[in-house]
């Protein structure tokens, strides 16, 4: 192997490690969210939905998602099914990853009301057929949509916004939290047991987010080291003005500036530029970020006050609204063929298409899987589990015990 | 011997040790407890704003030898106020009998 053939491979290794290490930001943002007595049922579905996905995208989901192009829909199964491919080993577990984070996206959404069980089912369906499939359209080259010039260069809805579609249903499907909603159809504060778990998990997710995007670009030999330092500061503004303007938002409105908000609003700014973190100029992601981290503030609220969907950590809004958002605003902002940047409608209308596809893919999956699971084993713990826990019923024991 | 029992600010706690200090009252006990009460706290989480009556106070214990009594209420009675609602309140009753457990003492001896 030449040089830049194992700088290349390392790369792709080391940004791997940062994107599993989202894992335990994405725990840690989940636990700080909720309540202390379900923090031990967060920690078992973040473990065992990376562990699934692990064994399911290697038996499975990578051939879906990256076997040749059947009519542009999906990859043939056979062709890596149980992969052994020994010189892409490096793709497995930097796609592994990938997968893996759009599973968790979804038990943040359901904390504190779901069953176990059912929830392992479904992440490994999720990480078995839904993800790879709606991937294939636009990470494999025979995707319809990647034929089609789709950019969604990290995954904004590839990763984030499937497993935000799938929050929605989830959520929407097992029910708002006993004491979330009054009869009067009002919403009730449940504050989260640890904001500090929860501003370290933001600050572990946006540290991963320096392996998921420059990441992907899945080289940094030759002229790719300086793309690649471009992906690191388009991604990092995103990141820190949908902070600033999620903060301002609040305090605008809420007469202080919110604790937990202004953490959703990092995420909604990275999930935002991640379709176009390679295609935007620096002040096209700080107007991505922006957008983004405005948008998060009051889809939050709308989901919550409107709709009536209870979500504890706002995944719908961060991942799902802002994914798609970002992903449709890379028709605007991309450096080459943005609407603002002389492209005309052509590319804002193929970003809007896919987004539309996926969005519909996610959510119609979502729904057949989980209608399934409700009406035969049950997506809801009782009423008892939930008030007195899910540690101590599903696990038998506590997180914190003194 | 006397009982006083004082729920005050927990703000307030290091000036009403310091007072009790000052007029030589060294041991009393106390605690961290939650109350409900005149002063609605506002809060704001995720946009959905919400009001609770449940106030962080401190709960201090004290016995004291009858001619202790009057300088230790007055020292909680400056130290611990703000002049806003919800500086607390202070309860006096009459102990039995007081043991010290390492000597044997009883009474008054015991107290102090």
């Known amino acids: ?402 | 011997m006397k009982k006083i029992e004082a729920v005050i600010r927990k703000s307030k706690f290091d000036d009403v040790k310091k007072a009790l200090h000052q007029i030589e009252v060294n041991f009393f006990t106390y605690w961290d407890v939650t109350g409900v009460g005149n002063e609605k706290e506002g809060h704001v989480y995720r946009g959905i704003t919400y009001s609770t009556a449940d106030i962080q106070r401190r709960y201090i214990s004290i016995v004291v030898s009858d001619p202790f009594l009057e300088r230790t209420i007055d020292a909680i009675l400056n130290a611990a106020e703000t002049g806003m609602v919800g500086d607390g309140k202070i309860f006096v009753s009459d102990v039995i009998e007081t043991y010290r457990i390492r000597t044997k003492e009883k009474g008054t001896d015991a107290v102090n």
């Open chain 1, 1 to 402: 192997m030449d040089t830049n053939a194992v700088l290349d491979l390392m790369w792709v290794l080391i940004c791997g490690i940062l994107v599993f290490f989202m894992q335990a930001g994405f725990t840690l943002v989940e636990t700080g969210f909720t309540r202390s007595k379900n923090t031990g049922n967060i920690i078992m579905k973040n473990l065992m939905d990376f562990c699934i996905g692990s064994v399911a995208f290697w038996a499975v989901g990578y051939s879906l998602m990256y076997g040749d192009s059947i009519g542009g829909l999906i990859g043939n199964i056979s062709q890596y099914a149980f992969f052994d491919s020994l010189k892409d080993m490096h793709s497995l577990f930097f796609q592994t990853v990938f997968a893996a984070t759009a599973a968790t996206i979804v038990s943040g959404a359901i904390a504190e009301r779901t069953k176990f069980t059912t929830y392992l089912i479904f992440s490994l369906l999720m990480t078995l057929v839904i993800y790879p499939i709606s991937g294939s359209w636009v990470w494999n080259a025979g995707g319809w949509l990647a034929q089609m010039g789709f950019t969604d260069f990290a995954g904004s809805t590839v990763v984030h916004a499937v497993g935000g579609f799938a929050s929605l249903v989830a959520a929407a499907m097992v029910g708002p939290r006993i004491g979330k909603y009054n009869a009067d159809g009002t919403s009730n504060a449940i504050p989260g047991h640890s904001l500090m778990m929860g501003a370290l998990g933001v600050f572990i997710l946006w540290v991963g987010w320096f392996g998921f995007n420059p990441g992907s670009q899945l080289a940094i030999s030759g002229d790719n080291a300086i793309k690649v330092a471009e992906i690191f500061i388009t991604t990092n503004l995103a990141g820190a003005i949908g902070a600033l303007a999620a903060m301002f938002v609040t305090w605008i409105f809420y007469k202080k500036p919110d604790i937990s908000m202004t953490l959703n609003g990092v995420l909604a700014g990275l999930v935002g530029v991640t379709a176009g973190c390679a295609a935007v100029d620096p002040v096209g992601a700080l107007m991505i970020g922006l957008i983004c981290g405005i948008v998060v503030v009051f889809s939050i609220e709308f989901i919550d006050k409107k709709l009536k969907i209870d979500d504890p950590v706002g995944a719908v809004s961060v991942h799902g609204v802002c994914g798609a958002l970002g992903t449709i605003l890379v028709g605007v902002f991309a450096t080459d063929g943005g609407l603002l940047y002389g492209g005309g409608f052509d590319k804002l209308i193929v970003q809007i298409t896919g987004v539309a596809a996926i969005g519909a893919w996610a959510l119609g999956a979502s729904f057949i899987v989980l209608f399934i699971l409700k009406k035969t084993m049950g997506i809801r713990v009782t009423k008892e589990e939930e008030i007195d826990g899910l540690d101590i019923h599903e696990h038998g024991t506590n997180c914190y015990n003194d």
